[in-house]
């Protein structure tokens, strides 16, 4: 068992790769949680009901996003996931690791973003290092004290917000040290969502702000961003 962790049932979500849904206990925490393979994968993930979706005015279809998986979790309500590995994927739905490698490797070996039905052939891996987006279509965005430096996926300025990636890969020291799930809408079920001001977004994404997040913003009412962090004393990152 996991630590402040409910085991719900076993389920799949990928070929090959029945996993251990785990929900957080803390109110039900129904917006976040982990799947963990038999093997040693460990995949967290949150995801935002189709209800509350439906509500929201945002010119950002969820429905066709490849990042946005929607399914009925544990057989009942429809949500959009969005899920991240810290495991290669395709070891996970190829045995796994083994106890020897879990042991040396720890919790993870990276980070993989879930684009797409298929988590083998549909995932994106972010660098462990600021330097590996060198080249890439990763663009540098603010230095936040207590999270590190963002990057977001092709923003640019004249971006239009039905090709926002929701997810920010953040760095500190060059290193990975977190990253966060960021949507369209004030979604208030969940405590764990953070609820930032329009004022702010450029603390957070490339000069200059893509223009169409900030109507984007006030048509959908606002933003919730989740993140998670590798480090135990995020209070210690500087800018």
Not at 29 to 38: D, I, K, L, N, P
Not at 80 to 87: G, N
Not at 101 to 113: A, F, R, S
Not at 183 to 189: D, I, L, P, T, V
Request: glycine residues 8%.
């Amino acid at each position: 068992m996991i630590k402040g962790w409910v085991k719900k049932r076993k389920v799949t979500r990928a070929p090959q790769a029945p996993r251990l849904f785990y929900q957080g206990k803390q109110n039900h925490e129904r917006e976040s949680g982990q799947y963990h393979s038999a093997n040693g994968g460990t995949n967290p993930y949150t995801w935002i009901p189709k209800n509350d979706v439906d509500k929201v005015n945002t010119t950002f279809s969820f429905e066709r996003s490849s990042v946005y998986q929607l399914e009925k979790i544990l057989g009942e309500e429809e949500v959009y996931f969005l899920t991240t590995y810290f495991v290669n994927p395709n070891i996970i739905c190829n045995g796994g690791r083994t106890k020897e490698q879990y042991e040396e490797e720890g919790v993870g070996t990276g980070l993989w973003i879930q684009n797409g039905s298929n988590p083998i052939r549909d995932t994106k891996e972010v660098g462990l290092y600021e330097k590996d987006l060198e080249g890439t279509e990763w663009v540098k965005g603010g230095c936040f004290r207590t999270m590190g430096v963002h990057y977001w996926y092709r923003s640019h300025e004249n971006m239009s917000c039905s090709d926002f990636f929701p997810l920010t890969a953040i760095y500190n020291r060059g290193k990975l040290t977190s990253f966060a799930f960021a949507s369209f809408g004030n979604y208030e079920f969940s405590r764990r969502f953070e609820h930032p001001s329009s004022t702010a977004l450029s603390m957070f994404f490339p000069t200059p702000v893509p223009k169409c997040l900030y109507d984007e913003y006030e048509r959908s009412g606002g933003f919730s961003s989740m993140h998670v962090f590798f480090s135990v004393r995020p209070w210690n990152i500087f800018c």
